[in-house]
């Protein structure tokens, strides 16, 4: 069973940055589509960021030109990195298989608050 683990989450000032990291326990990293997702206090889990096999991205608009998702595949590991971060921002941050198909992970909570 994929194991998924977050990590890099805390509390920043609206503006600030963040760096999140994901590891992924499988074999063969390379060949799945990751993403990451949030989940922000009372609103269902939604898509944030998609890389794909060859390093295709996609981005929700609401991050477009803020975030930026990328993947070490020797290493098993994907990231997001958030600049600019806002209020709206906040939210427990998951990653898994893009489709959301491996069991999820306990996710990074990101708090963007003065």
């Known amino acids: 069973q994929v194991q998924l683990v977050e990590s890099g989450g805390g509390l920043v000032q609206p503006g600030g940055s963040l760096r999140l990291s994901c590891a992924a326990s499988?074999?063969?990293?390379?060949?799945?589509?990751m993403a990451w997702y949030r989940q922000a206090p009372g609103k269902q889990r939604e898509l944030v960021a998609t890389?794909?096999?060859?390093?295709?991205?996609t981005y929700v608009d609401s991050v477009k030109g803020r975030f930026t998702i990328s993947r070490a595949n020797a290493k098993n590991t994907m990231y997001l990195q958030m600049n600019s971060l806002k209020p709206e921002d906040t939210a427990v941050y998951y990653c898994?298989?893009?489709?959301?198909?491996?069991?999820w992970g306990k996710g990074t909570l990101v708090t963007v608050s003065s």
């Open positions: 499988i074999n063969m990293f390379s060949i799945y589509a």
């Open positions: 898994n298989r893009f489709g959301g198909s491996w069991a």
């Open positions: 890389i794909g096999s060859a390093g295709t991205t």
